[in-house]
């Protein structure tokens, strides 16, 4: 079955970066489009961008454009986000969802919590 | 952006009842909306696709409906595993964007 892990809580002091991870199974890598989506505290569903898991090609939300970074490693089946100058208002949990074409985010990962403190 | 505005916000209600929840964009996306639930210290889980698909395992309990910019989530009879905050998106464009959600609570 398919399955989006993600690496572990992570706190950061301001003006920071953060590298969250989202290893994938049960489905072949490189097939699909991985998005990452995060949720403030109490808070709704903010889309951050997208990788293309077969060529590369990624795309961000205007607003992280600058400070938003998506890589991948298609020989551990892994895609990265790497947030930079971090704020407080970063505080958040960090998902990773699969891409289904027509579908939209049909499997997420369990979420990263993202604490921005001094 | 398209914006996303879900009503209401919070519902109370009780097993058995049907419940009706809302969402409407600001523009045109076609039937290119999602709907997801959530519960507290979970990940979102898919619903509907396409405004009306049923995903895959979700009970037909649950349906999604759609009338021109307007999209409606209907749980034909609530059931205790129902309690949980639900979300509209549409992926007709970039920026992905998501209603502010509705709370369903136990009455």
């Known amino acids: 079955q398919v399955q989006l892990v993600q690496s572990g809580a992570e706190v950061k002091e301001p003006g920071a970066s953060v590298k969250v991870s989202c290893k994938a199974s049960?489905?072949?890598?490189?097939?699909?489009?991985i998005h990452w989506v995060r949720q403030a505290p109490g808070q709704s569903l903010e889309w951050m961008g997208w990788?293309?898991?077969?060529?590369?090609?990624?795309k961000y939300s205007q607003k992280f454009q600058g400070r938003i970074t998506i890589t991948m490693d298609t020989s551990a089946s892994t895609a990265y986000m790497d947030l930079s100058c971090l704020t407080s208002e970063d505080t958040a949990i960090y998902y990773c969802?699969?891409?289904?074409?027509?579908?939209?985010?049909?499997?997420w990962g369990q979420g990263t919590l993202v604490t921005v403190s001094s | 952006d398209i914006q996303m505005t879900q009503s209401p916000s919070t519902l109370s209600a009780s097993v058995g009842d049907r419940v009706t929840i809302t969402c409407r964009a600001s523009?045109?996306?076609?039937?290119?909306l999602a709907w997801y639930q959530q519960k507290p210290g979970k990940a979102p889980k898919l619903l509907i696709y396409?405004?009306?698909s049923l995903e895959s395992g979700v009970p037909s309990r649950f349906s999604g409906s759609e009338s021109g910019t307007e999209f409606t989530l209907t749980i034909s009879s609530l059931q205790p595993d129902d309690f949980a905050t639900y979300y509209c998106?549409?992926?007709?464009?970039?920026?992905?964007?998501f209603g502010q959600g509705t709370k369903v609570e136990i009455k």
């Open positions: 969802a699969r891409e289904v074409p027509t579908i939209e985010f049909e499997n």
């Open positions: 049960g489905y072949t890598f490189t097939t699909y489009t």
């Open positions: 990788i293309d898991a077969g060529n590369g090609h990624t």
């Open positions: 523009q045109s996306i076609s039937s290119w």
């Open positions: 396409k405004a009306s």
């Open positions: 998106q549409q992926y007709s464009t970039y920026p992905r964007t």
